[in-house]
């Protein structure tokens, strides 16, 4: 049995709903995040926190649990569930509005679901195609994934496994995810209008000997000429990408890629040890 939280209180998940009058369902108003848990401990939980008040904030939604009260309502499903390696969604709406349009009080639903952890499966890489967009306030984590659910066809048709966004040739990010170059010195990800992802923010902490980070723009023809290539998430860690429109990028050894995510794993260890 698979219990979800509404407004910190638990229903089966065969009975867990909210009414068709809720801004998400009418008009796709709402954030959200997700975190991971391993051996039934959250990574990194405070760093999401801090995300997820901040997406609210920004979205005017008023969340009615502190950091404390929200900490206690998912370890309660945590508890109540038993997935010791799982995904914790944490969905905030837009609430049940009369008119469909004007925000009312939001409803707080919490998810778990099993996940595979990836930890050391960085031999294969991903394939990207490249897509001129971007993302609608992209410093908030909003429930709006309207381009790359339409565009799924398109990924597929151009032989990749996910999306890689540009804004008129400089690169942002992937709809689930960040996205790094590594050029001879440097590994370089996008600054501006992106989502500050916490395993990116993790990353961009590390030190790694003979490069330096940089958070800058960057234009698609240097993705093609970098050394390496990867994206970087909560269920990916960092991630190599072998191909970007079909063009193979580096040598696909992706050896800097393998030592961040050596190191990010520690980090992971070191907060679950904690």
């Given at each position: 049995?698979?219990?979800?939280?509404?407004?910190?209180?638990?229903?089966?998940?065969?009975?867990?709903?909210?009414?068709?009058?809720?801004?998400?369902?009418?008009?796709?108003?709402?954030?959200?995040?997700?975190?991971?848990?391993?051996?039934?401990?959250?990574?990194?939980?405070?760093?999401?926190?801090?995300?997820?008040?901040?997406?609210?904030?920004?979205?005017?939604?008023?969340?009615?649990?502190?950091?404390?009260q929200?900490?206690?309502?998912?370890?309660?499903?945590?508890?109540?569930?038993?997935?010791?390696?799982s995904?914790?969604?944490?969905?905030?709406?837009?609430?049940?509005?009369e008119?469909?349009?004007?925000?009312?009080?939001?409803?707080?639903?919490?998810?778990?679901?099993?996940?595979?952890?990836?930890?050391?499966?960085?031999?294969?890489?991903?394939?990207?195609?490249?897509?001129?967009?971007q993302?609608?306030?992209?410093?908030?984590?909003?429930i709006?994934?309207l381009?790359?659910?339409?565009?799924?066809?398109?990924?597929?048709?151009?032989?990749?496994?996910?999306?890689?966004?540009?804004?008129?040739?400089?690169?942002?990010?992937?709809?689930r995810?960040?996205?790094?170059?590594?050029?001879?010195?440097?590994?370089?990800?996008?600054?501006?209008?992106?989502?500050?992802?916490?395993?990116?923010?993790?990353?961009?902490?590390?030190e790694?000997p003979?490069?330096?980070?940089?958070?800058?723009?960057?234009?698609?023809?240097?993705?093609?000429?970098?050394?390496?290539?990867?994206?970087?998430?909560?269920t990916?860690?960092a991630?190599?990408?072998?191909k970007?429109?079909?063009?193979?990028?580096?040598?696909?050894?992706?050896?800097?890629?393998?030592?961040?995510?050596?190191?990010?794993?520690?980090?992971?260890?070191?907060?679950?040890?904690?």
């Amino acid at each position: 049995m698979m219990y979800i939280s509404i407004n910190n209180k638990l229903f089966l998940q065969e009975d867990a709903n909210i009414s068709v009058a809720d801004l998400s369902i009418q008009r796709g108003y709402g954030i959200f995040d997700f975190l991971k848990t391993i051996n039934n401990k959250s990574i990194f939980i405070q760093d999401y926190f801090n995300r997820f008040y901040h997406s609210a904030k920004e979205m005017n939604l008023e969340v009615e649990l502190n950091r404390e009260q929200l900490h206690e309502a998912i370890l309660k499903l945590i508890e109540k569930n038993n997935i010791p390696n799982s995904g914790i969604k944490i969905i905030l709406t837009g609430g049940f509005s009369e008119d469909g349009y004007t925000m009312v009080k939001p409803n707080l639903i919490i998810i778990q679901t099993p996940l595979n952890i990836i930890e050391t499966e960085t031999k294969t890489g991903v394939a990207l195609v490249s897509y001129n967009h971007q993302r609608q306030i992209p410093q908030v984590k909003t429930i709006d994934y309207l381009q790359a659910i339409r565009l799924q066809k398109f990924v597929k048709e151009n032989g990749a496994d996910d999306l890689l966004y540009h804004n008129n040739g400089k690169v942002r990010e992937c709809p689930r995810a960040n996205f790094f170059i590594v050029t001879n010195s440097e590994i370089i990800t996008a600054k501006n209008e992106v989502l500050n992802g916490i395993t990116r923010k993790k990353i961009l902490s590390l030190e790694i000997p003979g490069y330096t980070f940089s958070e800058r723009d960057f234009t698609v023809d240097e993705v093609y000429d970098a050394k390496e290539a990867f994206i970087s998430s909560s269920t990916k860690n960092a991630f190599p990408v072998n191909k970007v429109d079909g063009k193979l990028i580096g040598d696909g050894k992706s050896i800097i890629t393998r030592l961040i995510n050596d190191n990010l794993l520690k980090l992971i260890e070191l907060d679950q040890n904690n």
